[in-house]
Structures are given as C-alpha cells and as structure tokens.
C-alpha cells in the first residue's frame, strides 16, 4: 500500500498517473495547500518543503515504510520499484532520465512562473509576464522538435511523459497557442487518452473547480517568503 499526499495540480497529478498505469495500490491524504496543510508538522515530516506530492510506500526497501518527495523522485522510485516505464538497459534509462530532469528543472518551474505572472501576480509586471511566456514557448519548441523525431519524449512512453503531460494538459492556463506546435499536440492528445492517466487527473479534480484562491489561499501559497510559517 502507498499512501500518497496530494492535491489536484499539474505536480501532484504526476504520482496517480503512474501509481495507475501500475496498478499500484494507493490510498490518498488530501493535503489542502488553499488551507495550508502543508506547513502541518505532521506533513513536514514527509515533505519538509512543504509541497505536494509525496509518498510513503509501507513497503518500501527492506520491507519497511519508505518516504519520498519531489514528484520527479517519486516517479524514479516507483518506476525502479516495479521495473515500468523506464528502461531497464542504461541507454535507454538514462534517455528517460535526462527527460524527466528536463521536465522538473525546466517545464515544471518555468510554466509555474509564466502562469504565476499572468494569473496571480497583484500587479501586471509586464517585464516577468514576457521573460516567462517566451521561456514557456522555447520549451514548447524544444519539445515539438524533439515530438518530430520520436513518439514520446524518450522514445517509448515512459515517467518522462507522465511528469509532462499535466503541464501540457493546461496549456490555454498559459496562453500558449497549441496549434503552433503539431507534434506536442499530437503527443498530448496520444498521453491524454490513456485511462491511467484520464483517472490520474481526473483524482479530487472537483476540488479545484472553485475559482480563483481567496485571501487565505493567497496567503499560503504566495506569500510563504514573507510571513514566519517555517
Ligand atoms: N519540485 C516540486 C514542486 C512541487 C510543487 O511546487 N507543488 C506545489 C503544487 S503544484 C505545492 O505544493 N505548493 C504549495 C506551496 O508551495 O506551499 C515537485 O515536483 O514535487
């Protein structure tokens, strides 16, 4: 059994896919980061970054409970712990790998910010709106470049498209003309399709149809930096 700790956003969608393209067993923890569930002492003790999504697998190396964080270190640790969606020869992994790693240290915190500025800034900083917008659409370009080689961003579906796709998914969130890029809009509608990942984003997706975050909302998740919450 896994205990996942989650809330419906493009970085917590990432786990629930692959724990449902595995079959894997899984029992989900809202952590309700509107309300601030994720500075909870309780909750730091599994992520003390205090964001979601992470993982305790009750069976984890040994036998005995196992805690991960950081959605790309989830995806490597169930994709080793059930030898799926990754290559097992070291080409083939490490080809997955690099795409992860694009995925978290490009796409994840580039497309944040770009959507950041334009949706939630107090003031329009057109400075920022336009650095983050155009790097969301270099990476888009990168991405249809390398769709026009390959299927999926490795070569055969893999972690690396599960950690993508959620970002992709909402791309109108960040303004980007979808159209513009063939090959991403062909892999996004091929990842979309799969159930395991209709049902990955589809979990506690109700949640979030509430609108924009109210003043409590705003204060826990952007303004971490300024009051004394860690
Ligand atoms: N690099 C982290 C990023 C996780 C992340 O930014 N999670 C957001 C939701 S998408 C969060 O928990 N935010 C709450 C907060 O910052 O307090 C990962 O991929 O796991």
Known sequence: MIDLY?????????????????????????????????????????????????????????????TVFESGAVLLYLADKTKRFIPQDEAGRFGVIQWLFFQMANVGPMFGQCGH?????????????????????????????RLDEVEYLAGDYSIADMATYPWVKIYDFH?????EYPNVKRWRKAVGERPAVMAGCALLEDIMKLGDPDDDAYENLFKQQTVDRR
Do not use: S
């Open 6 to 66: 989650y809330w419906p956003t493009p970085n917590g969608h990432k786990v629930p896919i692959m724990l449902e393209e595995c079959g894997l067993e899984y029992e989900t923890h809202p952590i309700n980061m509107l309300k601030g569930d994720q500075f909870d002492e309780a909750y730091l003790k599994v992520n003390p970054n205090n964001k979601i999504p992470a993982i305790v697998d009750q069976d984890g190396p040994g036998g005995k409970p196992y």
């Open 117 to 145: 500025f334009f949706r939630y800034a107090p003031e329009p900083i057109q400075y920022a709106i336009d650095r983050y917008q155009n790097e969301t659409k270099r990476l888009y370009r990168v991405m249809d470049k």
């Open 175 to 179: 303004k980007i003309g979808i159209d």
